[in-house]
């Protein structure tokens, strides 16, 4: 009997079978395979899917929106594991083109992630591990966010890119990871004019970071490497604001550490 999983795009995904060669065109999915323990199954990865380290020894096929789509054909995997966000359009159809079973991910919310790991899990073959998987990063997930029911809106700017500077914006699982932590989106419907950007990703002058008015303005590691010297700059700009650091990637890979950038951020806006 098929297994049949609804994807991103609502399209149904038909499997006779668990597949036995998976190629992961996203970090936080080849992430999430491991954690479902189906490693050996994975034939193809991008340079960026490093975690965890047993990731590094998969065959390489390009990067996120540097697909090789040859190597990919040449790996004659049962099924790939894509984002709508991280991947190209182009690159997904040239390889539905080929035969190939693409399913396409777009997690928004952090309990989309949830749903994300459970159909991934259904996919390979490993849905009660899924279910417990997730089960256990809800569980997790609802504690931090009772622990800050009292705890003050912090207003927070999430910045991703500098030259122009970026923020996370609406639509996105980190402005929900942030509302969750007890945050206020600053860059949440802004917009500066003279920088180009999109709603989900504005950009902003030096000026236009200054009238966002952050209290707290976080550095993440990914998928800008932001490192001390940017946080001087941005305190120079926003004199009263905090400037902190932060782990890129469990707050910016949307799989299962999204609870630990929970956390992160958490901590990083109130302390816990």
Not at 99 to 104: D, S
Request: charged share 25%; with cysteine.
């Amino acid at each position: 009997m098929s297994t049949i999983v609804r994807d991103a795009l609502g399209r149904n995904l038909a499997l006779d079978r668990p597949p036995r060669r998976i190629v992961s065109l996203v970090p936080s999915l080849t992430e999430t395979c491991i954690a479902l323990g189906v490693r050996e199954r994975l034939v193809g990865a991008t340079e960026f899917c490093v975690f965890p380290e047993e990731a590094k020894t998969i065959p390489r096929v390009g990067g996120t929106i540097s697909v090789s789509v040859e190597k990919v054909r040449a790996l004659v995997p049962d099924v790939v594991l894509a984002s709508a966000d991280e991947n190209r359009k182009p690159q997904i159809e040239s390889l539905e083109g080929a035969g190939i079973p693409v399913f396409v991910t777009w997690p928004r919310t952090l309990p989309e992630i949830f749903e994300t790991i459970e159909a991934t899990a259904r996919i390979v073959g490993e849905e009660v591990t899924g279910l417990s998987l997730a089960r256990g990063l809800r569980r997790r997930a609802v504690e931090i966010e009772e622990s800050l029911i009292l705890a003050r809106p912090v207003r927070v700017a999430y910045l991703i890119w500098r030259d122009p500077w970026m923020a996370t914006g609406l639509e996105t699982y980190v402005h929900d990871l942030l509302r969750r932590a007890g945050g206020r989106n600053a860059a949440a419907g802004a917009h500066d004019p003279s920088v180009q950007g999109s709603p989900r990703y504005p950009g902003f002058t030096d000026d236009g970071l200054r009238a966002l008015a952050p209290d707290v303005v976080l550095l993440p590691s990914e998928p800008f490497v932001f490192g001390e010297r940017d946080a001087a700059d941005v305190r120079s700009l926003l004199p009263h604001a905090r400037v902190l650091l932060v782990d890129g990637e469990p707050i910016n890979w949307a799989g299962p550490r999204s609870v630990d950038g929970l956390e992160i951020l958490a901590r990083a806006l109130h302390g816990r």
